[in-house]
């Protein structure tokens, strides 16, 4: 039997797009593994984020749940939860290293600038224009 015509591009169609696929999935499965790998310290980076979340879970109230849910919105829902997580870990670094006793606003939005790559960086801003927050105070972290 031999494939010709429209079966045997319609067969080459579905190897190239599970192919594509594929990859495409093994790369973020990849990069959670190295995520996951330990450290010089012995901790991962999931582990650290955990760590910060746990030590200031007390600080979170409904209101900084709230802004932090509000400014996560600009991400595709698939990785919100994931996004929140890194997000609310370099927070929780932020309120540790400084000792702080109560949460403010000016908190989460510089969490949020050092957690995000520069790219998403753009989008951080317009949020931060429709919500009406004057982002100048912030402008040194934007550049870190």
Known sequence: ME???WFLWFILFWVVVLVGLFAIGGYFMFRKFLKSM???DGLSDLNWEEYYVDKTIHLWGDEEKAM???LVQPVPDLFRPVAKQKIAGRI???LLEEKVKKMKLEHIIRGYILAT???DHKFLRKKLAEMEIDVRPYERYFEQ
Request: charged share 35%; glycine share 14%; net charge positive.
């Open 117 to 119: 790559p520069k790219r």
């Open 38 to 40: 330990p450290k010089e």
């Open 92 to 94: 929780g670094q932020v």
């Open 68 to 70: 932090l849910n509000e």
């Open 3 to 5: 494939l010709s015509g």
